[in-house]
């Protein structure tokens, strides 16, 4: 079955600061048309640094668009010319965020946010045989950094307490793949 | 460590048709002001159908914002006034995309699809005890309906063929919840 929309036409109707946003006219497969509006984002990175003793280390912060605290894992937006190299920019973010530098950094895949209408692609990784500096946040971004016990961040998103889409996919995906 | 940000100005920057974009002036706590863009949402449902067989009733469309086919659970966006009673929504996008009707329908929990700029809040369900009438799509969805083992649905989210946040979550989830 054909399914894939052609774009036929369009124009940016918001330019902003992180997103833009894009109305397309599509053909779609049976040969009607109609529009596709899509929200434009630069992509992200997300790290799950995983210590020795088997807990992972934490970012809460205020969500201002969700309106409270929450609690997530190390993660970043990227910045032109980073696509090409995202494993690069989730190290620098982990640095900067936790300042730890890990031994060990493998792929742990890739996540769409909101795939109807937002282009965001995440890349997740998963950090061990972690080393320590001082971290080095932007200035602007007020965080509280915790080592939460593996197990106890599964319970968090079972019970509820952690929402976050990114999180809440790279910890279980971590969970299956290291059978924890 | 108070971390709240305050709404002290702000306007709407973009009325689209699915979303809307606000950009607002903030009063960081330690006394900064700052912006804040927040991409508007209606909020959506998500549900996992699991069969007798531990098969999960799968949605394959075109994702215009990626471009390209992505395999999903079933779901869809709150309506206006459907945001009191998000369980009743996700029983009717049920109904209309698959045509099945659980005995069996808990909370998942409810996700973030991106907390940093979207306010997009998906409400996550179970179905299990399904029975079947024939679905009935939205004229302008195509859709490919499949039923996939449970077992073989997560293998696909961890070899990475499946990469859409909403269903990496449920699944999971579910796979913890169940012991699966």
């Not at 946003?21 to 984002?41: F, I």
Request: glycine letters at 8%; charged letters at 25%; hydrophobic letters at 40%.
């Amino acid at each position: 079955m054909e399914l894939t929309e052609k774009k036929t036409g369009g124009r940016e109707v918001y330019h902003g600061r992180i997103v833009n946003v894009q109305m397309d006219d599509v053909l779609l497969p049976g040969g009607k048309t109609s529009k596709r509006e899509v929200v434009e984002h630069p992509g992200g990175v997300v790290i799950l640094p995983l210590d020795e003793q088997m807990r992972v280390i934490t970012v809460t912060q205020y969500r201002y668009a969700i309106g409270r605290t929450m609690t997530e894992l190390p993660a970043g937006k990227l910045e032109p010319g980073e696509r090409a190299d995202p494993a690069a920019a989730a190290l620098r973010e982990l640095r900067e965020e936790t300042g730890a530098t890990p031994g060990s950094f493998v792929p742990l895949g890739v996540l769409h946010s909101s795939p109807g209408i937002f282009t965001e692609t995440l890349y997740l990784y998963l950090a061990r045989d972690l080393t320590f500096d001082a971290p080095a946040p932007d200035e602007d971004e007020l965080l509280v950094i915790e080592r939460v016990p593996f197990d106890v961040l599964v319970q968090r998103i079972m019970d509820g307490a952690i929402t976050d889409a990114k999180t809440v996919a790279a910890v279980l995906k971590t969970k299956v793949r290291l059978h924890l």
